[in-house]
């Protein structure tokens, strides 16, 4: 987010800033897809294991 912010308020032209913009916005995409298939993963686990994956809490005590 910092580095978004800094390349809008850059001294850069308005297209050096476009670029900028789109590349890190690309990297944001790739980020948030790695994210949901890893979730879509975990959520997998768990149901084989015979879980659910709503509303259980986990008991951490020995």
Do not use: W
């Not at 916005?25 to 790695?34: E, F, H, L």
Request: proline share 0%; hydrophobic share 40%.
């Amino acid at each position: 987010m910092q580095e978004l912010q800094a390349a809008q308020n850059s001294g850069a032209d308005d297209s050096a800033k476009a670029s900028t913009v789109a590349g890190l916005q690309a990297q944001v995409t790739a980020t948030s897809a790695a994210l949901q298939q890893a979730i879509a993963k975990l959520s997998e686990a768990v149901q084989e294991a015979g879980g659910s994956t709503t509303g259980n809490i986990v008991n951490t005590t020995a």
